[in-house]
C-alpha cells in the first residue's frame, strides 16, 4: 500500500474549489454566455465587517484540523466560525464554535510601474482572519459560518479528507483573485 497521507492533505482542497471558491453555484450562472463582471456581482463584496474571500486551509492534517480564513474591509473586534456537521443555514447556531486565533492587516500595492516617477499605489487594506479547527472527524462534512462582529457569511461547507490508506481522485488549483469565469465552467 502507497502512502497517501501527503495526497490526504490536498483532498479537503479539492471540495474546497469545488464548494464555493468562486462562492456562487453553477446553477445561477449561464456559463455560455459567462462574462467576468456578471460573476463577480454574484460574489460577496469587501465591505464593512460583512466576511468575505472565504477559504479554507490546510497545512497539517486535513483529515482532523483546517483553518477557516476570510478577508475583512474592517478591523472589527469580533471574529469567530460557528460549525458543526448538521447544516443550520445562515441563520441557526452549530453546535461548535472557535473564536480566530490570528487576525492581521494585509496592504496589496499596485504591481503596474508608475508614471513620471509616481509612486506605487496601494489598493485599499483588507483584514484577514483565520481560525484553526482542531479535532475533526476523518471524512466528514462539516458547515460552517464567518461571523466578524455580528455579520454573518452564508453557510458553507467542507469534507475532512479521509483516513491514510483510502483511494481517492483529486484535483487541485490555486489563486482565487483571477480566471473566476474559467473555474465555473470547469
Known amino acids: ?6 495526497i490526504a492533505k490536498f483532498v479537503s482542497f479539492l471540495c474546497i474549489i469545488l464548494c464555493f471558491a468562486p462562492t456562487v453555484s ?12 456578471s460573476l463577480i456581482a454574484k460574489m460577496t463584496p469587501l465591505k464593512g ?10 497545512t497539517g492534517d486535513a483529515s482532523r484540523e483546517a483553518t477557516i480564513s476570510w478577508t475583512t474591509a ?6 469567530v466560525v460557528h460549525y458543526g456537521t448538521e447544516s443550520r443555514d445562515s441563520k ?6 472557535q473564536a480566530c486565533q490570528s487576525n492581521g492587516l494585509h496592504t496589496i500595492i499596485q504591481p503596474t510601474a508608475s508614471k513620471d516617477g509616481e509612486p506605487q499605489t496601494s489598493i485599499a487594506p483588507a483584514y484577514y482572519h483565520h481560525a484553526r479547527i482542531k479535532g475533526l472527524k476523518p471524512n466528514t462534512r462539516y458547515y460552517f459560518v464567518m461571523e466578524s462582529d455580528g455579520q454573518r457569511s452564508r453557510e458553507l461547507y467542507f469534507i ?6 483510502t483511494d481517492f481522485t483529486l484535483i487541485h ?10 473555474r465555473s465552467r470547469m
Not at 453553477?26 to 463582471?37: F, G, H
Open 1 to 6: 500500500m502507497t502512502n497517501t497521507r501527503p
Open 26 to 37: 453553477a446553477k445561477e450562472i449561464d456559463l455560455e454566455n459567462l462574462d467576468v463582471s
Open 49 to 58: 465587517t460583512t466576511p468575505a474571500q472565504w477559504r479554507v486551509v490546510w
Open 74 to 79: 474592517e478591523p472589527g473586534k469580533t471574529h
Open 92 to 97: 441557526g447556531q452549530h453546535s461548535m464554535r
Open 160 to 165: 475532512t479528507a479521509p483516513v491514510d490508506g
Open 173 to 182: 488549483g490555486g489563486d482565487s483573485r483571477s480566471g473566476h469565469a474559467d
